[in-house]
């Protein structure tokens, strides 16, 4: 199982701020995880496109497509920061 | 604690004199203070909510201001960054800097508000006439902190 978390407008595009995700054996990359939640349906397609501008932490530490996903890990989805 | 994140609002006053601490090695305080505006993008404001990261948004900020001071002769820094829901006028963000000279000081402040507005995970919700919507993230914030970058050392 994985932690998985939504802020801000995908957060509430996909209804949802947090959950626990088993991962298939093949998931063991940000890249496969988001494939793995894409195919849950249309809100999700869409919401995490490919080519939407899209942020990955793994463990609080920003990631990249590449960055490898484990059992335990907290895993987050937002938009491009806009704090200050 | 050199850095918080808080819904309640902060006494620049306060803060500077706690970082100063009748230390008579200071010789410069920088500060910024980031305001609500009642207008963005041509609409009116009436409110702004600022969601955050528990736990990654103090880390990225502390590693901002330890980036900082690797760069920077600075003595100490206090950042405060408010969320939750904030009124035009309200201030959001605060920034101090103290040091021995100007300089650097000035600099800190600066590399630490670029690198905050582009790194650190804030986001920002406005109440406009039509309704509430997100902020979008600006190519001239990536801009800005893109200027302090030494490819010889940057290490993302």
Known sequence: MVKVLYFAKLREDLGKAAEEVALPGDVTTVAALRAYLMARGAAWQTALAQGRALRVAVNQHVADPATPIRAGDEVAFFPPVTGG | MPVRVQTGDFDIGREIAALRAANPKVGAVASFIGTVRDVNDGDAV????????????????E??????????????????????????LDQI????IVGEHRGDAFAACEFIMDYLKTRAPFWKKEQTPQGGRWVEARTSDDTAAERWARPEQDAA
Do not use: C, F
């Open chain 2, 46 to 61: 009436s409110a702004l909510t600022l969601e955050h990261y528990p736990g990654m948004t103090e880390q990225a900020l």
């Open chain 2, 63 to 88: 590693g901002i201001v330890a980036a900082a001071r690797l760069r920077w002769r600075i003595i100490d820094a206090t950042v405060i960054h408010r969320v939750g829901e904030l009124k035009p």
């Open chain 2, 93 to 96: 963000v605060l920034v101090v």
